[in-house]
């Protein structure tokens, strides 16, 4: 079964920094991209970032734009999610995501077909 693993959330200080990881683990599974969503208290879980493998790049929700940074290994289906300037709105639930195909509207939930659990991250003020 393919599963995705989150880690490296946690408590931070706002400016601080954190690096989330994701990898997948289990049956081996080809992706044609990977992404992070979060989901704070009482709200809609929102895009963050994304990348595609097939070298279109990477995209960011606006709110993250020059501070946070997507990486990733094809060939590991591991995706890195670099926090910087980590401000109090940014405290969610972040999740994982991978796509089976291409994804056409890569900031669409629908678009990924593998979830990770989840990793908390606070940032106090």
């Known amino acids: 079964q393919e599963q995705l693993v989150e880690s490296g959330g946690g408590l931070v200080q706002a400016g601080g920094s954190l690096r989330l990881s994701c990898a997948a683990s289990?049956?081996?599974?080809?992706?044609?991209?990977m992404g992070w969503f979060r989901q704070a208290p009482g709200k809609e879980r929102e895009f963050v970032a994304a990348i595609r493998w097939s070298g279109d790049g990477t995209y960011y929700a606006d709110s993250v734009k020059g501070r946070f940074t997507i990486s990733g290994d094809r060939t590991k289906n591991t995706v890195y999610l670099q926090m910087n300037s980590l401000k109090p709105e940014d405290m969610a639930v972040y999740y994982c995501?991978?796509?089976?195909?291409?994804?056409?509207?890569?900031?669409?939930?629908?678009?990924?077909?593998?979830w990770g659990q989840g990793t908390q991250v606070t940032v106090s003020s």
């Open positions: 995501a991978a796509a089976s195909r291409y994804m056409a509207r890569i900031r669409g939930e629908t678009e990924y077909d593998y």
């Open positions: 289990g049956r081996t599974f080809s992706t044609y991209g």
